[in-house]
């Protein structure tokens, strides 16, 4: 796989995925919006793991800031520009909006689909031509970030969460017959800055609900190496997704009404 392209890696599953990439000697290239955040980041993983690393601060809720991130997804070997081809693509970045919809602006709720969906979309897109421009089948892997939200009816944040699903199973069909592949993964409760940031409150929820980055992204990682697309991390989540696809639409809406707003 190469050069790998993470965005959101500058914290929780972003900087997890990072070190996994590097631990198994994968250079990467860092999106997300702090700068800061990203030199130190970038500057670590050079020391600590000897990969390089390069930096894109990017709003992914910015068209302008997503054609950089997509630009550098075009690079192929020999085209002059002396960047290494990204070989996977991680769409990685994504918040909480911790507030039922109506109740929340319609620019935060336009800024969760432009990182969510419209980012995703254009990068999967660059990302997938580049590619499959390499040799004659085509060479590399897109992992979508998804959730087990998608099975529920968790409003804004699990619509988001059910198209990156779809989306990628759509694009592995695409995909088959090529060595280009589509992975979504979709994570229970996660232990990362995801509910601080969205100002959701999780003090009531047991330590065995939770997984830990390390856990969720080993899972990614091993799906796309076997060119799996769908994948949802540990027994718990696993269970708890197939329960939710088979109970009646009204039992998964009753249950999420008790749940605390993602
Ligand atoms: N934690 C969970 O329980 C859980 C469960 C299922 C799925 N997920 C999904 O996992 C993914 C990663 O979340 P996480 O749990 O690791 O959360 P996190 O710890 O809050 O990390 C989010 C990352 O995304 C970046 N980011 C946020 N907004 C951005 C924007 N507008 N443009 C570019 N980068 C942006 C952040 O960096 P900056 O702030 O510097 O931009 C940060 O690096 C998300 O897609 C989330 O929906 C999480």
Not at 228 to 245: E, F, M, S, W
Request: aromatic share 4%.
């Amino acid at each position: 796989m190469g050069t790998a392209l993470v965005t959101g890696a500058t914290s929780g599953l972003g900087e997890e995925f990072c070190w996994q990439l590097a631990a198994a000697r994968h250079d990467l290239v860092l999106v997300a919006r702090h700068r800061d955040a990203l030199d130190r980041m970038a500057e670590r993983l050079r020391w600590v793991a000897g990969v390089r690393a390069e930096v894109v601060p990017a709003d992914l809720a910015r068209p302008e800031d997503v054609e950089r991130v997509a630009v550098r997804l075009d690079a192929q070997r020999g085209d002059g520009t002396g960047l290494a081809p990204v070989g996977l693509l991680v769409n990685n970045a994504g918040f909480g909006l911790g507030r039922p919809f109506l109740e929340d602006s319609l620019g935060r709720e336009q800024a969760a689909l432009d990182v969510m969906v419209r980012a995703v979309m254009v990068l999967s897109h660059r990302a997938g031509r580049a590619m499959l421009a390499r040799g004659s089948r085509g060479h590399g892997a897109i992992l979508n970030v998804a959730s087990v939200a998608a099975d529920t009816g968790m409003g804004t944040y699990s619509a988001h969460k059910a198209w990156v699903r779809a989306f990628t199973e759509g694009l592995s069909v695409e995909l088959a017959g090529s060595d280009v592949t589509a992975t979504a993964v979709c994570p229970g409760l996660t232990r990362t800055g995801f509910h601080d940031a969205a100002g959701v409150d999780v003090s009531g929820t047991p330590g065995w609900a939770w997984c830990s980055a390390e856990q969720v992204v080993g899972s990614a990682l091993d799906a796309v190496r076997r060119g799996r697309v769908l994948v949802t991390p540990t027994p718990l989540y696993k269970a708890a997704g197939r329960a939710a696809r088979l109970a009646p639409r009204w039992a998964v809406r009753g249950a999420v009404r008790r749940l605390p707003h993602m």
